[in-house]
């Protein structure tokens, strides 16, 4: 099982930039898949970006696709999410998650099975 703890969340304008951050440990983060979710009050979570283990494969929600970047450093063991122009829409609690495996890229919840605490992101209007 690996640890995983988010950071970098905040308060922050519209059309302002946040990056988020999400440390691993117990476990090299090379054989995962790594993804970041989003759950707005009152909704359930959802994904917002997703990497391959090699980081070649990336997949966006559509509403975050030209906005939020995901990417990786394995050396690290750190999974990154820049989001630039954000949106009070965006506000929500931020989770990133992870999963062993050879290879691919996952875009459901179900297929994750660690998880971290999350992280709170405020945009204001």
């Known amino acids: 099982q690996v640890r995983l703890v988010e950071s970098g969340g905040g308060l922050v304008q519209a059309g302002g930039s946040l990056r988020l951050s999400c440390a691993a440990s117990?476990?090299?983060?090379?054989?995962?898949?790594l993804a970041w979710f989003r759950r707005a009050p009152g909704k359930e979570r959802v994904l917002v970006a997703a990497?391959?283990?090699?980081?070649?494969?990336?997949s966006y929600a559509n509403s975050v696709k030209g906005r939020f970047t995901i990417s990786r450093d394995n050396a690290e063991n750190t999974v990154y999410l820049q989001m630039n122009n954000l949106k009070p829409e965006d506000t929500a609690v931020y989770y990133c998650?992870?999963?062993?495996?050879?290879?691919?890229?996952?875009?459901?919840?179900?297929?994750?099975?660690?998880w971290g605490q999350g992280t709170q992101v405020t945009v204001s209007s």
């Open positions: 117990g476990r090299t983060l090379t054989e995962y898949a």
């Open positions: 990497i391959s283990k090699s980081g070649d494969t990336t």
């Open positions: 998650a992870a999963r062993a495996t050879s290879s691919g890229i996952y875009q459901l919840s179900a297929s994750y099975t660690d």
